[in-house]
């Protein structure tokens, strides 16, 4: 190997090493650490981020990097070195176009934002979190000034979340979607609704982390390189390739959440732990975007977790855990019930036939605002309206409604759109997979998942993150991301459900 | 302040995060990592360590530290900034004498003997891990050289965890301590030993774990600063002077063993969370060196929980919880019980009349060894001869003898005697506590452990790493570090359960 790569690679372990001490740091925040650790916490976290942007963004890793781009300027464009080297070009340039003082501005304006939010929340008033969200918007403004002149500014900021991605492209994606999706959620208005009565009865906590486990266990978590602890808001991290670990949390007025939670982070976690393991330590290791990653996380969740063959499966043996709940409740009851389509105010909460309308709303007044076209003061009437548009609710207060979610007060935007399109490409996925594997529902009726697994390895989890997001897509199925196998499934599925 | 103080203290609190965040890899890796996350672990430890030990030897906080020493040089010796610039320049010029090259060289040695040791135990066979302990004491030869010449070589190793201590003065305390502790022995021995089978029956670990909180809790300790967890060798760590952690163990056929180690960390555990909040992120906060430490966690564990007094209080609760096995047991005859006396191979197993002997023998061997006089491959024979001698038992194999300490193997000497040193300052606090608080058994037998808690804090705790541990035990009792008051203790105790 090039000593000069050999060099550069030996600075990234070392970067590497400090974000994943990093994460293990906010990994404890979330689930262990006592009350008194918080501003210690908070210090430790913003010394060792300091240090690692400093490392990183060193004039000896510039250096290098110039150095090596010019060393494999005519290396086969997919082999790990130039990926690496392209990758990291991306992460540098990010890190090295934003000036130091902004970011410790970012951080004293975020800090106070979340505060505020957090009280603006408790009190369901606006007003109180109004000011910050404007600097916000401010901010992020200029993040792009930062960067040379995109084709729409928030392509600057979606690219932080989907390398390569374009407004246009996502707008496009979401255009082809909307109507189909309100369209269907009519269709589905109009008939009886299912019963889910049921699911929200007290259900025994430990029981039930136990059979999360056990699903987790069936879809092939590796338990010697991961765990699954509780935290309020479930979540994956990893400090290695072979330290991948998923939270959940149990909800007392609707406890088979919890499955469905360790489902999705079973998917998240499955992702980083099929990295190649010669990326460890590299900036190559770890899944390639949030939307790539939330396909998985969404596909394990929905499209094997919510599906009637997994259920065929695994019901019996729910029963026997839950007799008093379940035991006299017919599978299809029970199927129907888990897959129960409503509109319903908060978007954590949302089913997969409403969720994405929850994100586009989110993301035309993210555009609006940093276009400049929509202002602050505006956007609980701005919200509200959407929602009846979109859903036919209207929030009673902004807690419901344009405070939900905490990401704005973070700093972040850009970022909702990949929850949307993560549920695309799950379905984009699945259909190239039922292609490949046409028995999938006959393995699930017997609990077999790890055909589908070695598929997802071989084609997505083992290249961490060398493909931009598009690309990947694009490489696996033939296609850029596209709307259409989504809105399949779903007609699909909520035929059989409601009878459309 | 002074701007330049202001500076160090900066620096140093940068420092301090790295280490706060490198001891929380450490707990993690003892508690809830998975076996997967070993290797990466590894290199997050190390690349932290040296990025810590790169910032705090560097020639910017040498030049803050002359200067500042010079500015204060007519100040108050007792003001916290005089102290802070003392403690900093012990542990700086601790740092900066050793070459880093001489670091890494450590650090590869004991990685190898620490393996060599696990195998070497396993298989009760020494001639593994004997060219591993002679490159162990070779470094720690080498390690002394680095060090202005010192009354003794073995002065420099124990200057590392208990500043400004002389070899001679450890001498000089154990020499007094030694014979009585023997005679003590043999008057023990020659008595009707006392019963402990109902220590050695099943006990639920959840109930036992549950009543070791609810003791924690009555020590003081604080649920909001801290939290209990299990690890295979139990241990106190913090993060923070409000994140303090303890872990504990059961033992299967010695269930009891994890009330008194919960006692145990939690008067380490207290120690830390009663810095002086004014020292958070400097190195005057925690412990002043591992035997104070020691004498608080002795204390809580002997002086406290193993006397009449606390379990006049306790046992009620306990034999509620434990009907089966000690509903029908006197008092009387549970307090001997969990008081036996008897010689025993294993250290950590022994009894507070026996403990001290271990360390004796040891020490002798580590003075030995670094003086040149006691060679490794003598040390078998050596040790068991010792046994003989000081307990009146001899080691079936090496692995129940000479290989049972993992602490040579990691490269420490110097430290064994810390914890000896630490059962005899507890007795020598003891003293003065109950002269100040003469009712203190009657608190105790009310489940009061305040009036006890507040003395040390504002005798010792509060004062974190400010005074040597000499000065401090001068400070508080009046007398240096002394043997008297321990076998005083010991005497008193014995005679009452021996009927000596």
Same mark, same amino acid.
């Given at each position: +190997? ?54 990183? *963004? ?29 990758? *990291? ?75 390569? +991605? ?95 939670? *360790? ?130 609710? *209207? ?106």
């Amino acid at each position: +190997m090039s000593e000069k790569l050999e060099q550069l690679k030996t600075l990234l372990a070392e970067v590497a090493d400090l974000n994943n001490a990093q994460a293990l740091l906010g990994w404890d925040q979330q689930t262990y650490m006592p009350p008194g650790g918080n501003d210690a916490r908070g210090n430790q976290l913003a010394t060792i981020g300091k240090i690692s942007h400093q490392k990183f *963004t060193s004039d000896k890793i510039g250096q290098l990097l110039g150095d090596l781009e010019k060393e494999f300027a005519g290396a086969d464009a997919d082999s790990d070195e130039v990926r690496l080297l392209k990758v *990291t070009r991306h992460e540098y340039d990010q890190a090295t176009r934003v000036p130091a003082d902004f970011v410790a501005e970012f951080a004293v304006v975020t800090t106070k934002a979340f505060e505020a939010w957090v009280e603006a929340r408790k009190k369901s008033d606006f007003s109180i979190f109004q000011p910050h969200l404007e600097k916000v918007v401010e901010l992020n403004q200029r993040y792009v000034s930062f960067f040379p002149p995109a084709d729409h500014p928030y392509d600057v900021l979606l690219d932080q979340y989907e390398r390569g +991605m374009k407004t246009a492209d996502v707008k496009e994606i979401f255009d082809a979607l909307r109507p189909q999706q309100v369209e269907l959620l009519q269709a589905i208005a109009e008939q009886p609704q299912v019963d889910d009565d049921f699911l929200h009865v007290e259900y025994d906590e430990q029981k039930m982390w136990d059979f999360s486990e056990v699903i987790a266990s069936k879809f092939g978590y590796d338990w010697e390189r991961g765990r699954q602890d509780k935290s309020a808001h479930p979540f994956t991290t990893g400090f290695s390739i072979n330290d991948v670990r998923i939270t959940t949390r149990f909800e007392e007025d609707n406890p088979t959440v919890m499955l469905f939670s *360790t489902m999705h982070e079973t998917g998240h976690g499955l992702y980083e732990l099929g990295s190649n393991q010669a990326y460890e330590r590299t900036p190559l290791a770890g899944g390639t975007s949030l939307a790539v990653h939330e396909s998985q996380s969404r596909m394990w969740e929905n499209l094997v977790g919510r599906s009637l063959p997994f259920w065929e499966y695994f019901y019996p043996e729910f029963q026997k855990l839950f007799p008093g709940q379940v035991g006299n409740l017919d599978l299809d009851t029970f199927y129907k019930g888990i897959n129960k389509v409503e509109s319903s105010l908060i978007r954590v909460n949302a089913d997969e036939a409403t969720y994405n309308m929850h994100i586009m709303l989110r993301l035309e007044l993210e555009i609006g605002m940093v276009e400049g076209a929509v202002k602050a003061k505006d956007l609980p009437e701005l919200w509200n309206a959407k929602m009846e548009e979109y859903l036919g609710i *209207t929030p009673p207060n902004d807690a419901k409604g344009v405070l939900q979610d905490v990401h704005w007060s973070y700093g972040s935007m850009g970022y909702f759109s990949t929850y949307a399109l993560g549920n695309l490409i799950s379905a984009q996925l699945w259909e190239k997979i039922a292609a490949d594997i046409p028995d999938l529902p006959e393995q699930f009726r017997k609990g077999e998942f790890g055909a589908l697994l070695a598929w997802l390895r071989e084609k997505i989890h083992v290249h961490g993150s060398k493909f931009e997001p598009q690309e990947m897509v694009q490489r696996v199925t033939g296609s850029k991301i596209d709307a259409a196998p989504y809105v399949r499934y779903l007609k699909q599925k909520y035929s059989d459900i409601y009878g459309l």
